[in-house]
């Protein structure tokens, strides 16, 4: 059973950065898209950003310019480099991925979590 290990949270202050990491791991099967979503205390989850197998990134506006969604094929694993931290950026931050198996059914992973805390 495939599962998403994250790892790179914890407590910055504001204008500094963090870099997350997951990886996936176990069973049989392809990555199609990985990303990160967050959700802060009383709010729903959001996404955060995207990366399709293609390379192609899809950015929430809050974060554009100053996050970066990127993958290590070989290592199966997606990272986000999140600078200029801000204390709205404080969240628990999860990573997902579509992963395709051996008989082509796609599933949606999610990762256990990890708390990124920005203080002002």
């Known amino acids: 059973q495939p599962q998403l290990v994250e790892s790179g949270g914890g407590l910055v202050q504001a204008g500094g950065s963090l870099r997350l990491s997951c990886e996936a791991s176990?069973?049989?099967?392809?990555?199609?898209?990985m990303g990160w979503h967050r959700q802060a205390p009383g709010k729903q989850r959001d996404l955060v950003a995207t990366?399709?197998?293609?390379?192609?990134?899809n950015y929430a506006d809050s974060v554009k310019g100053r996050f970066t969604i990127s993958t290590h094929d070989a290592k199966n694993t997606v990272y986000l480099q999140m600078n200029s931290l801000k204390p709205e950026d404080t969240a628990v931050y999860y990573c997902?991925?579509?992963?395709?198996?051996?008989?082509?059914?796609?599933?949606?992973?999610w990762g256990q979590g990890t708390q990124v805390t920005v203080s002002s």
């Open positions: 997902t991925a579509d992963l395709q198996d051996e008989y082509t059914i796609v599933r949606k992973y």
């Open positions: 176990g069973g049989v099967f392809t990555i199609n898209d």
């Open positions: 990366i399709t197998s293609h390379g192609s990134t």
